[in-house]
């Protein structure tokens, strides 16, 4: 068995603390917001919901739509609310994941289907999106709707796809980007664009492009994580896209180059209904040997790259510098 090399790694990437300071304040008072629209007078919910509350994240997309906000230094009122809507939209698509996936565990936590059921979760799930589109109602403005909406059909056929492809090794590189931008990149492009029509309206369609593109980088560095780090490290255990037979960028770009008797090690951890260690850690090292990382490596470095460069226009100030930091953030993220 051939040993896995270390990941590559950027010096001194930002800390998203560092980035999210300039909006602090305000992105302190999202988790509140989000429970303030979700609260409801019924057992179940307020027990989903007090477990949700230990499951949140980093708040990575709140924080980029507060930064778009704040690029003119005019922030909106209504941005942490919008804020609050985009994790709220975020984590029905989680509890939603989860619950197909089956999954037992997000980040060391129970999923709601595992401390549930199946059945609360796709409810639950679905409490959540109805509760972030009745605020979006609430505020009146037709454009916020319609950006959140498309973005919620796209994740939601992006699943559906996903579903769809039954033979999974024949999942081809532009099938995986269709499903980034469907399921990954059209939140954040939502979220960053709608930040900016909460203060700084004129630069909504740069927010758009870079959100979606910084997106694309996101979900590339995400599955390099399952190839790269241990469960200390991510909250889930190494390798397990290949536990659960799923095929993301590092595989499909290792594939063509692979040997023989390289494909045929794959083509039996796909075969096993559970694969084991041995075979995943196997399968892991032959995509590295194979070019895999460094392939994949380099697409969301371009999609950073891009994605900086959509701010051109966009004039210096603390929201922008931060915007750029979160691109080097997202690309070395540990976790």
């Not at 509140?32 to 007090?50: G, K, L, Q």
């Not at 009122?77 to 984590?91: D, F, Q, Y």
């Not at 059209?186 to 492009?209: D, I, T, W, Y």
């Amino acid at each position: 068995m051939t040993a896995v090399p270390p990941p590559v790694r950027m010096a001194l990437a930002p800390a998203l603390l560092d980035i999210q300071a300039p909006v602090r304040a305000r992105l302190d008072r999202v988790p509140d917001e989000m429970w303030r629209i979700v609260r409801a007078d019924a057992p179940i919910i307020e027990s989903v919901n007090a477990h949700l509350t230990g499951m949140k994240g980093k708040m990575f997309r709140p924080t980029v739509l507060l930064l778009a906000s704040s690029l003119e230094d005019t922030p909106e009122g209504r941005a942490v609310s919008m804020a609050a809507v985009t994790e709220l939209i975020h984590l029905a698509s989680v509890v939603h994941d989860d619950s197909v996936d089956h999954s037992p565990l997000r980040r060391g936590m129970p999923t709601i289907n595992a401390l549930f059921s199946h059945q609360v979760a796709v409810i639950a799930g679905d409490y959540l999106y109805t509760r972030a589109l009745a605020e979006l109602a609430a505020v009146g403005d037709l454009e916020l709707l319609r950006v959140f909406t498309d973005a919620a059909s796209a994740m939601t056929l992006g699943e559906l796809r996903q579903l769809a492809s039954f033979d999974a090794l024949g999942f081809s590189e532009s099938d995986y980007w269709l499903l980034v931008q469907a399921k990954t990149a059209s939140l954040l492009g939502a979220a960053a664009e709608v930040g900016a029509l909460c203060g700084a309206p004129r630069f909504r369609r740069e927010m758009g492009k870079f959100g979606t593109l910084l997106g694309m980088a996101f979900q590339v560095a995400d599955d390099l994580l399952d190839y790269t780090e241990t469960e200390s490290v991510t909250g889930k255990p190494s390798g397990n896209d290949l536990k659960e037979h799923k095929v993301t960028l590092p595989l499909i770009a290792s594939l063509p180059r692979m040997s023989r008797a390289q494909r045929a090690r794959v083509d039996a951890l796909f075969a096993a209904p559970v694969p084991t260690d041995v075979e995943i850690t196997d399968v892991v090292a032959i995509v590295h040997e194979c070019g895999g990382i460094d392939f994949a490596r380099r697409k969301g470095e371009e999609f950073a790259a891009d994605a900086e460069a959509a701010l051109v226009n966009v004039p210096a100030s603390e929201a922008r510098q931060s915007l750029i930091d979160a691109l080097g953030y997202v690309m070395d993220r540990r976790s």
